[in-house]
Nanobody
Framework: QVQLVESGGGLVQAGGSLRLSCAAS????????MGWFRQAPGAERNVVAF????????FYADSVKGRFAISRDNAKNTVYLQMNSLKPEDTAVYYCAARLFATGTNAREYNYWGQGTQVTVSS
């Protein structure tokens, strides 16, 4: 069992930055690929970025490439999402998720989810 707790969301003006953190419980964090997803009201939950178990491989949705950066610290059981040059269309609830031994863009393939953190970008 893995418990995930996100933090770092909030209200920011367009062009600003936020850093999301996701702290995981348990001693097997490095066994999990980690992803960040987001869901706007009335929309599907879509992948933002994911990172491999050792951090050596990352993926970004086209909409955030060059603006967001995902990283992880396996010693601290934490994954991060640095979000720069934020736009109003980035407004959503952001979720971190863990998938055993793998990553991917399909939310249904992730085993554990955090409760989500709201990010609101004003214009």
């Amino acid at each position: 069992q893995v418990q995930l707790v996100e933090s770092g969301g909030g209200l920011v003006q367009a062009g600003g930055s936020l850093r999301l953190s996701c702290a995981a419980s348990g001693r097997t964090f490095s066994s999990y690929g980690m992803g960040w997803f987001r869901q706007a009201p009335g929309a599907e939950r879509n992948v933002v970025a994911f990172i491999s178990r050792n951090g050596g491989s990352t993926f970004y949705a086209d909409s955030v490439k060059g603006r967001f950066a995902i990283s992880r610290d396996n010693a601290k059981n934490t994954v991060y999402l640095q979000m720069n040059s934020l736009k109003p269309e980035d407004t959503a609830v952001y979720y971190c998720a863990a998938r055993l031994f793998a990553t991917g863009t399909n939310a249904r393939e992730y085993n554990y989810w955090g409760q989500g953190t709201q990010v609101t970008v004003s214009s």
